[in-house]
């Protein structure tokens, strides 16, 4: 059982700057691709970023390229959304997840087995 806590979610102004982190509660953290994902009211969640078990391999959603930065630190089990340059559509709960099945992760929810409890991003204009 892997148990993820997120944290550093809160309110920003449009064009301010979070780091999101997530530490998982694992042995083996680095037998896990992880991903961040989103979920606006009303939204489906979705996915925002993933990084391979050595984080080798990152991708992003296109609206959040240049903006957003995805890492790890495997020594300390825990990974790392740097959100930059944020606007208000970038406003929702913000989940990680860790995928045991494949090395770099996927953009899809369904693959994922472990999921954190959430943290609240709200930007302002």
């Known amino acids: 059982q892997v148990q993820l806590v997120e944290s550093g979610g809160g309110l920003v102004q449009a064009g301010g700057s979070l780091r999101l982190s997530c530490a998982a509660s694992v042995r083996t953290f680095d037998n896990y691709a992880m991903g961040w994902f989103r979920q606006a009211p009303g939204k489906e969640r979705e996915f925002v970023a993933v990084i391979s078990r050595n984080g080798d391999w990152i991708t992003y959603r296109d609206s959040v390229k240049g903006r957003f930065t995805i890492s790890r630190d495997n020594a300390k089990n825990t990974v790392y959304l740097q959100m930059n340059d944020l606007k208000p559509e970038d406003t929702a709960v913000y989940y990680c997840?860790?995928?045991?099945?494949?090395?770099?992760?996927?953009?899809?929810?369904?693959?994922?087995?472990?999921w954190g409890q959430g943290t609240q991003v709200t930007v302002s204009s």
């Open positions: 997840a860790a995928d045991y099945r494949l090395y770099s992760g996927s953009r899809y929810p369904s693959t994922y087995d472990y």
